[in-house]
């Protein structure tokens, strides 16, 4: 463990300033085993009673303080905002990508690359999206009355954010909730907090006024069931498992709250016969193990047509095995570090929590494990092939690319998100066949489909029961257009008019002439 002298300790944010806690969590360096970074334990004290405000509600009370001036503030003002904001975090990119890739343990190019630039993204978007929504008008001259919607900002957000891709996903929630003119009291996962602290810094530089986004630090059950809970948060944007978001649902039924859940997937891959496999295998290995598997979008489920089955195979698992995995900070490696112990080794959690830290109760070598008891093949990866860490390294949180066959669809790793870097690939026979097996479990976030033929990528898309379906590509996104789940992967989708409407209310107004 590091000396305590050289943690960095975080304070949560509130009113635009920073409020120590009276409690703190421990948050590891996935790719060392080592506590590095202290975190606020918030809960119900610090969500409603800081001292500051003596026993009133701090982060939503500054919430509710900011609202009026900030929606006030016409979409061009608020739009000019968001651009500084992307700038300032555009400046200081590679800071905030080195300090992503030692909190999550992905790999510095992931951060660099990904994470980090689509934070700036999406103040971007949703700095431009804002300026171009328009509103329905209708007329009934004869007698002589004229119709037309307005939207208004809701008021104050509650956001929850997982720790899989920790900015991306925080800023995806904040750009629009504060484009549309609402205040936010955002609770970041408790084992990814530091670039969400960090970007708490900049708000004042960029001209967002104090208390129109609070940052509450700490576990979901408990400073995440103090938003969710509180009567003056009219709505909740939630990414992460499943089981909680029905918790969320439970607890906020009695409020009626407004609710934006994007939750787990199990999302396969149809690989038919006429497939471009000089395309295909190599996507098909990084939609499986980008990001150490660690996102909802990842592909776990490959359905391969009988006729190039075994070529499939012997390629894919070839071009896994060139995967490299070992510590974040090297630029040439492909795999970092999963996101906890807990995460790589434990079988269950300690009840349910509201709380984005954990998909799904089984962790990632328990189902490899289990795999293998079932009868199944492991081809290559976890307790096939040996992993060699430097000294550094040797406590980190790390696996190898796990290859799966001959595991029936009923397998619980066919059937659950495991949510780490394990694809199972199986054999099909016709097209009939490989839809109902692929739409044969209870999510429904994302699919991708390899043919040549035009019309049969047009045909499944259309049956796959998926939010989102690629036809040979993967991880192709236009934020214009609608993320989200079927079934149980979500409730509700995000993206420009998605977000713009769930970050709204929209009235009518009639006029007589």
């Known amino acids: 463990m590091s000396s305590s002298k050289t943690l960095l300790v975080l304070e949560n944010f509130i009113a635009g300033k ?27 004290e610090e969500v ?50 080195q300090a992503e890739s030692k909190d999550q343990g992905k790999t510095i190019t992931f951060a660099r690359t990904v994470d980090i630039p689509r934070a700036v993204y999406n103040f971007r978007f949703f700095a431009s999206s804002i300026l171009h929504h328009t509103t329905e008008c209708t007329e009934m001259a004869a007698m002589g009355y004229l119709h ?43 084992m990814t ?4 602290w960090m970007l708490c810094k900049l708000f004042e530089k960029a001209g967002i006024s104090h208390g129109v986004v609070n940052m509450v ?15 003056d948060v009219p709505l909740i944007s939630f990414t992460g498992s499943t089981l909680t978001a029905q918790r969320i649902t439970e607890k906020s039924a009695p409020h009626c709250k407004k609710l934006s859940l994007e939750l787990g997937g199990k999302n396969p891959a149809l690989v038919f016969d006429d497939a471009d496999l000089n395309q295909c295998i190599p996507a098909t290995v990084r939609s499986s193990f980008a990001n150490q598997g660690e996102i909802c979008l990842c592909t776990s489920r490959i359905f391969v047509q009988k006729g190039i089955y075994n070529e499939f195979l012997k390629r894919f698992v070839e071009e896994t095995k060139k995967w490299k ?23 269950t959690l300690h009840g349910v929590q509201l709380t984005s830290s954990f998909r799904g109760l089984q962790k990632v070598r ?52 495991i949510f780490g870097p394990v694809t199972c690939v199986v054999a099909f026979d016709t097209e009939e066949e490989a839809i109902e ?24 898309a259309q049956r796959l029961q998926s939010g989102l379906v690629w036809t040979n590509c993967w991880l192709v996104r236009d934020l214009n257009l609608p993320f989200g789940g079927m079934k149980a992967s979500g409730v509700g989708r995000e993206g420009a008019k998605d977000s713009y409407e769930f970050f709204t209310e929209i009235k009518t107004i009639t006029i007589k002439h």
């Open 193 to 196: 907090s530091v670039t969400a």
């Open 18 to 44: 920073f409020v120590p806690c009276s409690s703190y969590i421990d948050s590891y360096n996935p790719s060392t085993g080592d506590v590095y970074c202290r975190v606020p334990d918030s809960g119900k």
């Open 366 to 417: 328990n189902y490899v494990k289990k795999a293998q008891a079932e009868g199944a093949r492991i081809l290559c990866g976890e307790g096939v092939d040996s992993l060699a860490l430097s000294a550094g390294n040797q406590k980190g949180y790390f696996m190898l690319p796990t290859v799966i066959t001959e595991i029936k669809d009923e397998s619980c790793c066919m059937q659950e998100e």
């Open 325 to 347: 995995v070992g510590s974040p900070s090297d630029p040439t490696v492909d795999m970092g570090a999963l996101i906890s112990k807990e995460h790589l080794e434990k079988v």
């Open 148 to 190: 037309y919607t307005s939207r208004t900002p809701v008021g104050i957000a509650g956001l929850i954010s997982p720790w899989n891709l920790p900015l991306y996903l925080l800023t995806w929630k904040i750009a629009p909730a504060i484009a549309c003119g609402n205040t936010v009291v955002a609770k970041p996962s408790e």
């Open 437 to 460: 097996r692929a739409n044969g479990v209870k999510y429904g976030l994302a699919a991708t489909v390899w043919s040549s033929n035009v019309s049969r990528v047009h045909r499944v």
């Open 217 to 231: 630090f700490g576990t979901g059950s408990k400073a995440g069931e103090a938003i969710v809970c509180h009567p």
């Open 48 to 97: 409603s009673t800081i001292q500051m405000y003596k026993k009133v509600e701090a982060a939503v009370r500054a919430a509710k303080d900011a609202f009026p001036i900030w929606s006030s503030k016409s979409p061009l003002e608020r739009s000019q905002i968001l651009n500084k904001l992307a700038d300032l975090i555009e400046h200081d990119l590679e800071v905030f990508a």
